[in-house]
């Protein structure tokens, strides 16, 4: 089994910023992709920003040149720095994890979501 524990989500007034962490911890074999959805009131989840492994990075174009996705050295946490934040960007984000297993299963993996609300 593998955790998610997130970071970072508050209160931040239009054109502020935050950064949200995600810390991956448990059984994993290899991370495939790491990457960050939002699901604001009455609406599905979607993509907000996802890196695959030795591979592409993937933004929504509503958060293009704001935000931006980024693991650390390890490898195990990705973050997600939220600049130039608007009132439409409040929602609850969810880190989502993709792994591999020695039989090259693959498996998703969710975080409870940490809620972001940008008002004045």
């Known amino acids: 089994q593998v ?19 995600c810390t991956a ?3 994993i074999f290899k991370i495939n992709a790491m990457g960050w959805y939002r699901q ?5 989840r979607d993509l907000v920003a ?9 933004y929504a174009d509503s958060v293009k040149g704001r935000f931006t996705i980024s693991r650390d050295n390890t490898g ?6 939220m600049n130039s934040l608007k009132p439409e ?5 969810y880190c989502n994890v993709e792994t591999q297993n ?6 998703n ?12």
């Open 3 to 21: 955790q998610l524990v997130e970071s970072g989500g508050g209160l931040v007034q239009p054109g502020g910023s935050l950064r949200l962490s």
């Open 40 to 44: 604001a009131p009455g609406k599905q």
């Open 25 to 27: 911890s448990g059984s």
């Open 102 to 107: 020695i039989i090259l299963n693959t498996m």
């Open 89 to 93: 960007d409040t929602a609850v984000y």
């Open 109 to 120: 993996y969710w975080g409870k979501g940490t809620l972001v609300t940008v008002s004045s």
């Open 76 to 81: 195990n946490t990705v973050y997600l720095q």
């Open 50 to 58: 996802r890196v695959i492994i030795g591979g592409n990075t993937n």
